[in-house]
């Protein structure tokens, strides 16, 4: 499902560049759930924002179902993460002036894809139902990364890209998190692709690769 | 569209989280619409009264002839005309009093009478008749009617006791005129087979020329598209015109503020939204919709609320123009359809140039850029720069204005210039002296306080440059009215000469009135006077003539002169020239002006120059005697008499008891000079009221500027009270802060201002009205204004740092929980 070859980038500091990614090659298939792990500054979140298409790549492939990413227009690559992708943040990125309830069925909306069974669903299963009236200043960080994994899992998509989802959660709501993550994984299918520095959490999935030195081995 | 709308809902539902934010953007859009439209408003309604004026019968709109050098000339020279194919109609014109008010009359001839004369009355063939026929009836205006105090139909009694026909309303017609009949006219005005003017419509065939037909008694006068009031006028609309721009501008800088600060409070909204898969254009259009329809409610409301304000000035505005111009403008408000949409129009423009840095911000955004706060010291230096820069520019701009502008748009000019560029070079200015005051702090509070001012200062900018402007303008037109109002009552003192001033009705009663007067003991002199009007190089000039009297050496109000001045004056052939008329002709003491007088060319030396504020008319002073030998049509009805005070009562109901004249005929020289003084207050009562209106704009915009920065202060401000600092020591050094910056804006406003008021008085003034006036400078006004700013901002910062002080320990709490 998600295919990445020779993927590399290349940021400029202080007038150096510094080569985040050499050659990044990947293969993630349909419901498989893959954590990557790696030193700080290693690439792991440009490889996702590359996936996602918020970056684009200087060299190589990314090739999600039938859609070559790298040579997308930004109107495709929105589309893209519109239709087919789901994305957590470690800061969450909920829309502070929507309530918890807008805030789930904001992304499938704008997909015009907004499955309200669906929704219920994802409420019941994330144990937000008494909370959807309230606005995300007024949860806790667990409650609102969960909020955004619901967001992001709305849409049905066929990858779910999740940037150090429990970064800023203590280690019981981590591993809470992730497992309902992991749950809903299951239950739609998708892939799943974590970037974490959690290696008991890394632990947890189907597969675990490391980025080091612009490279996965 | 379903996702569009999703768009708009999420950006909309921002402000539903941020009502004071939002309150603020509606208040600077409704503020900059509604002093713009106010302003236009009073303007347009103006010049419809300006319009309706020149198509009355032969206003400047119509080509016309007349007689050069008397104000009629017989009816048999119409019918001449006509008979040589000329399509002429006759108008008599001429004042009569009703109930004690001075009116236009016009007489007319309605078959004649060309249809393509402006707003001439439409009489059908049944109205023609009426109209005519005895009876007949006097057209009025609404209005007019109204200050007449009669009603439709009835027939009021002239000052010489006949009757008018009776009155019908005739929308279309100015105010203070009455149309009849010629014939009706002729026998109101005792002016029997007169005629003032013909008025010439389409031409059929080619008809005979001129000369050939009347010779020399009649002269062509063609069509102005600009009509003398309207020139006249000019200079004060332009002032108007330029205030409601400033305070227009002052409301954007409230937008810009409010936009931008939504911009920045809504970036990881946008991002999240970019994120989710709404694309960047979609985002954008969105933005763009979501600020244009936040414009179009604001300028509704603004507009509503520029009707009232130009309702409330509209009263002052008129008599400031009637008194100083003679222009009679409908006190009541009738606004086109124009006016409205174009009141809209400038409130969405105005929305899209105050948030189109933040729009192209938005355009311009990569989805991934991040805020760097560690770097705003970098970026505050670029953005200084580059505004410095800009403020060099702007300066070059009225330097060069200065030098090479001629017209009163380029004083306008120089003054808008001067005051963008000082705006602009303010933040830079302001972070020169928070450096400096940072390198003298001593201790890490002192040093904290100068840094973080530093660092507020982007974000405070904005709405200091309004209060920059407002503060300006306020000094510049405080100085410059006061300046006008000491010097203007100096003047009419020695301009006023005599104690009492007398306006007999006609030559016959002036000569009653005089031989009466010389009987009395208690008056000590008789001076009489006489007015005749005269075009000099094709501009219209007063020649006014005064006997040669003591009291005239001792007081007349001379700003240079010649040697032996007055007595070169008593031959005849030596003339004052008014400040005004000698900029506008370029005459200096020396020249010879010629006047073409009814018998031959008058050559007059210049043998002095005279203040005439308030007169928009150039004027020449002559002795009395000659200008009567050169104009021997002079009215010879204005009278002054030298008095002792305690006798003026006595001779006042005298001469009214002899005479029968009433309050305007005869009055003391203390009730003139209250009248002009009262003329003058009214005249300024406008800028005065719009000059309290800038700086409340300002103090709003300072206002929502510290309300919306308040939120993003906590930051900043919660390591402090963490280290142990009380929530009201922090709330005291906030506003000790805001008052601070505050304090030396005002006092950077204080030379600005003063620059300004010497742009009025050296430039504007002059290029405006021909006078200029000397520069004094008020120190008391001076302080009260930088007291009034510091008032003004302590009430602004009052709200956030009553906040800040109330502040639960939850809320600042929270900054270390989100903290990242």
Known sequence: MLSIRNLSKTFSSAGEPVHVLRGVDLDLGAGERVALTGESGSGKSTLLHLIAGLDAADGGSIRLGDAEVTTLSDAGRASLRRDRIGLVFQQFNLIPSLSVADNLAFQARIAGRHDAAWTKELVERLGLGSLLKRYPEQISGGQQQRVAIGRALATKPALLLADEPTGNLDEATAEEVLALARDLVARTGCGFLMVTHSLHLAATLDRHLTLHAGRIS | ?820
């Open chain 2, 1 to 820: 569209m379903t996702r569009a709308l999703w768009v708009l809902a999420v950006l909309l539902s921002h402000w539903r989280r941020h009502k004071m934010q939002f309150a603020t953007l509606l208040i600077g859009l409704i503020a900059a619409t509604a002093l713009w439209s106010g302003v236009q408003a009073i303007n347009q309604q103006a010049r419809n009264a300006y319009d309706r004026a020149a198509a009355t019968f032969g206003g400047a709109r119509t080509a016309m002839l007349v007689a050069p050098n008397a104000a009629t000339f017989p009816q048999e020279l119409f019918i001449k005309l006509r008979r040589a194919g000329w399509p002429v109609s006759p108008v008599l014109e001429g004042r009569v009093q009703i109930n004690g008010r001075s009116v236009r009359l016009l007489g007319i001839e309605p078959v004649t009478l060309p249809v393509d004369v402006g707003n001439a009355p439409r009489l059908g063939a049944a109205d023609l008749s009426s109209f005519v026929s005895p009876p007949g009836q006097t057209l009025v205006a609404r209005e007019t009617l109204r200050g007449l105090q009669e009603a439709e139909g009835a027939a009021p009694a002239i000052s010489s006791g006949a009757r008018l026909p009776p009155l019908r309303i005739q929308p279309q017609l100015a105010p203070d005129v009455l149309v009849v009949d010629i014939g009706v006219a002729q026998r109101l005005l005792s002016k029997p087979d007169q005629v003032s003017r013909l008025l010439i419509g389409k031409p059929r065939g080619k008809p005979a020329p001129l000369a050939s037909v009347v010779g020399e008694q009649l002269e062509l006068i063609e069509p102005n598209a600009e009509t003398e009031l309207e020139r006249l006028t000019d200079s004060f609309h332009l002032n108007l015109t330029a205030f409601g721009l400033l305070s227009f501008f002052v409301g954007l800088f409230i937008v810009n503020s409010a936009v931008g600060l939504a911009f920045e409070q809504r970036l990881p909204m946008l991002r999240t939204l970019r994120a989710c898969g709404a694309s960047a254009r979609l985002v954008n259009t969105v933005l763009v919709i979501e600020l244009v329809a936040l414009a179009l409610v604001a300028g509704l409301i603004g507009l509503a609320c520029g009707y009232f304000i130009a309702a409330a000035l509209l009263p002052d505005v008129a008599a400031s123009l009637r008194g100083l111009y003679g222009a009679q403008i409908p006190g009541q408000l009738s606004l086109r359809p124009e006016w409205w949409l174009a009141g809209i129009g400038i409130s969405v423009a105005g929305a899209l140039v105050a948030a189109a840095t933040s729009l192209i911000k938005a355009i311009r955004m990569p989805v991934l850029a991040t805020a760097q706060p560690g770097a705003w010291q970098q970026r505050q230096r670029r953005w200084l720069i580059l505004q410095s820069c800009a403020a060099c520019g702007a300066f070059a701009v009225a330097l060069l204005l200065f030098y090479y502008g001629q017209s009163l748009i380029a004083g306008f000019g120089v003054l808008a210039a001067l005051m963008f560029g000082a705006a602009l070079i303010l933040p830079a200015l302001l972070d020169i002296i928070l450096l400096v005051g940072q390198r003298l702090a001593r201790g890490p509070l002192a040093l904290w306080f100068w840094a973080d001012s530093r660092q507020q200062l982007s974000g405070l900018s904005l709405a200091l440059m309004a209060l920059l402007l407002a503060l300006a303008v306020n000094v510049g037109v405080s100085s410059m009215v006061e300046t006008f109002s000491r010097t203007f009552i100096g003047w009419l003192n020695g301009r006023l000469a005599a104690d009492v001033y007398i306006s007999a009705s006609d030559n016959a009663q002036g000569v009653a009135i005089r031989n009466w007067l010389k009987d009395r003991s208690d008056v000590q002199a008789i001076l009489s006077g006489g007015r005749a009007e005269a075009q000099v190089q094709g501009q219209p000039v007063e020649l006014l003539g005064l006997p040669d009297h003591a009291l005239y050496r001792e007081r007349w109000p001379l700003l240079d002169t010649a040697p032996r001045a007055w007595t070169r004056l008593v031959p005849g052939n030596a003339a004052f020239i008014s400040e005004q008329l000698s900029r506008r002709l370029n005459v200096q003491i020396g020249d010879v002006v010629e006047v073409p007088a009814p018998g031959g060319s008058w050559e007059l030396d210049i043998v002095g120059i005279y203040a005439d504020y308030g007169n928009p008319r150039g004027q020449l002073t002559v002795n009395v005697a000659a200008l009567i030998r050169q104009f021997p049509q002079t009215p010879q009805t204005r009278i002054g008499l030298i008095v002792a005070r305690e006798n003026i009562p006595g001779l006042i109901a005298a001469l009214q008891k002899q005479f029968g004249l009433d309050d305007r005929s005869v009055a003391d020289q203390a009730t003139v000079k209250a009248e002009s003084i009262r003329i003058f207050n009214r005249t300024f009562a406008v800028t005065s009221a719009l000059n309290a209106f800038t700086l409340g704009v300002a103090g709003i915009a300072l206002l929502t500027s510290l309300l919306t920065l308040a939120n993003s202060r906590l930051p900043q401000l919660a390591p402090l009270w963490a280290i142990g600092l009380t929530r009201p020591r922090l709330a005291s050094i906030e506003l000790t802060k805001t008052l601070s910056v505050a304090l030396f804006t005002a006092l950077l406003a204080v030379p600005l201002g003063l620059l300004v008021a010497w742009c009025l008085i050296a430039i504007v003034n002059v290029k405006a009205f021909g006078w200029r006036l000397p520069f004094h400078v008020f120190p008391l006004q001076l302080v009260e204004l930088v007291v009034v700013a510091l008032l003004a901002s302590l009430v602004a910062a009052l709200l956030p740092i009553l906040r800040l002080a109330r502040m639960q320990p939850a809320a600042l709490v929270k900054v270390f929980a989100n903290e990242r």
